[in-house]
Structure formats: C-alpha cells, structure tokens
C-alpha cells in the first residue's frame, strides 16, 4: 500500500441499506478526513479525527458515523442510505490537523 | 456564514499563462491551498499560502493578499495535461479546510 486507498470504488446501494465505505492509510497520519463532492459544490466536511480513538463532526454528518480505531484504518458507515447520499466520498489525511491533507481515490456512491 | 468564491470554468491557449482568482470570507485564517483535481480523479496538493506574497513553484504560483482576502492560482506555459478544475480552500479558526467549488480549466491548443 502506497499512501491512501478507499473500497469500494464504486458501489450502487438500495435506499434503507446499511453500507460502510472504507480507507486506510499507511503513512501514519495521525489526522483524517472524510468529504463528500457533489456537482457545483465545494468539498465538504462529514466527519474528521485528529488522533487515534477521537472523532469530531464536520459540516455535513447527519446520516453518517465513523470510528478511528487505530491510526491506519477510517471508516465511514451510512446507516440506512438515502438518495441525497448519492455523491462522491473522498476520504483524506494529514501529518496533523494543521498540515496538507492528501487524498484517497474517491468512492463513488449511488443510492437509489 | 464562509464563503470562498472563483470562476465556475475558465478557457485557455496550450502554451499561455492563466491567472485563476479566489475571494473568502472565512471566520479565522490559518493558511490557503491550492489544489488541482483531474476530472474522475482525487485532488492533488499544490500550493499553500499563509503568508501575504508569491510563492513560486515550477509553472505554477500562488500569491495571497490577506488585508484583501484575495488569493490567485498563477499557471505558465500552459499544457494540455492542466486542463482540470483547481480548487482553492482555506483553513480557518477551527482548522478546517473550506473549500471553493472549483474552477474548471480547459485548454485549447
């Protein structure tokens, strides 16, 4: 592994369906990050951890949970998916909470 | 509320220089980034101002007015392979990013 990887890359998901999108990083990053890309819009912030076994919520969480178990691993969990959660996740890290954030690949979810 | 502004799509010549502008209104300011983002693909870090002036680097630069909460993107001998959005972003008093929408650059040759 070379820097960050998300799965799936792409999925389609039934509206209701619980669904948990992953992203590890080997670079031992302490902070991390989770957005959402959706057309004409900026990146925006769901959820974020500066450490290991802290989360903090961002401008957009309703509907989304995360756990920061141990430094590497970051998952994002949709509960019960809804159609507006149709959009691209970008998970992404940082040295610190202060430093430049790099970027996974993206998933691109579709909920219908 | 914050709010970072650019052009939604600007268009350029292979081999010529395009200056792409950023406003913000943020509450608080610990630095500015440039990014650049390949349709389909992750952003790529470019450039980071937190300091008022140029900082160049290769064909690209970036130059931030504080006082103006003015920030540009400054690309020369344009290339095919920069034909892509660049999104500005800054960091604010909570430490995190606020992102613009993207300003899409097509280059023609």
């Known amino acids: 592994i070379a820097g960050i990887t998300q799965a799936p890359t792409s999925q389609i998901l039934a509206a209701g369906r619980r669904m948990t999108l992953r992203c590890t990083q080997d670079?031992?990053?302490?902070?991390m990050y989770w957005y959402r890309q959706d057309l004409g819009l900026g990146l925006r912030l769901i959820h974020y951890?500066?450490?290991?076994?802290?989360?903090g919520k961002g401008e957009v969480p309703d509907g989304y949970s995360v756990s920061r178990a141990n430094t590497d691993d970051f998952p994002l969990t949709l509960a019960s998916a809804v159609p507006s959660q149709t959009s691209v996740y970008f998970c992404?890290?940082?040295?610190?909470?202060?430093?430049?954030?790099?970027f996974g690949p993206g998933t691109r979810l579709t909920v219908l | 509320g914050q709010n970072i502004d650019q052009p939604t799509e600007m268009t350029a010549t292979e081999g010529a220089i395009v200056q792409i502008n950023c406003t913000y209104q943020t509450s608080g300011f610990n630095g500015l980034f440039w990014y650049q983002q390949h349709a389909g693909e992750a952003p790529t870090f470019l450039s980071y101002n937190v300091l008022d002036g140029l900082e160049e680097k290769g064909r690209f630069s970036s130059f931030l007015s504080r006082s103006k909460g003015y920030s540009y993107l400054l690309l020369k001998e344009l290339q095919m392979k920069d034909s892509a959005s660049y999104l500005c972003a800054v960091m604010d008093s909570n430490y995190q990013l606020i992102w613009g929408a993207g300003t899409k650059l097509i280059i023609k040759p």
């Open positions: 670079m031992r990053h302490n902070a």
């Open positions: 951890s500066n450490t290991a076994g802290t989360t």
């Open positions: 992404a890290s940082s040295e610190g909470n202060t430093d430049t954030q790099y």
